[in-house]
């Protein structure tokens, strides 16, 4: 799928698109070569067994993560990971199971969600330190996180 500046989900002719509509999504070749918009995304659904946690707010402009951001990407096996739209934040991607997502928002304006199920994430394909291009199981790590 593609998506606006404000990152809602676009069909590839341009309408909008639906996180519960299947039928309104694309593969990945129309997407690309659509012109829809301003770069693509993905629907995460349950059945696809992939999920994403998005970091925000955890990048300094010097590429310093915060403390317990550090200590998430610690924990991970490798995993594919990309810079988010706003430079300052994270998208880690892998294998799991989730239905029901979280959000949890950090005292000083960072936070995590994490989300397997019925999201959009707009996605920027900016390597985050050379991460690998294969998604990890993320399973035992999730009950930590919901």
């Not at 990152?7 to 070569?33: H, I």
């Not at 994430?121 to 993320?138: E, H, Y």
């Amino acid at each position: 799928m593609r998506w606006s500046e404000r990152k809602v989900p676009l069909r590839t002719d341009s309408k909008f698109a639906s996180v519960t509509d299947p039928s309104s999504w694309s593969d990945y070749g129309a997407a690309v070569r659509s012109q829809a918009g301003v770069g693509l995304g993905y629907v995460l659904t349950v059945a696809d067994d992939i999920l994403c946690i998005d970091l925000d707010h955890v990048l300094a402009a010097d590429g310093a993560l915060e403390p317990w951001a550090a200590d998430l990407l610690a924990r991970l096996p490798e995993t594919f990971i990309e810079v988010s739209h706003s430079g300052a934040g994270l998208h880690i991607w892998g294998r799991g199971s989730l239905k029901n997502g979280r959000r949890i928002a950090m005292p000083n304006g960072s936070g995590l969600e994490v989300y397997g199920d019925r999201r959009y994430i707009a996605m920027t394909g900016k390597v985050w330190r050379n991460s690998p291009s294969v998604l990890a199981d993320l399973s035992e790590l999730l009950p930590a996180l919901i």
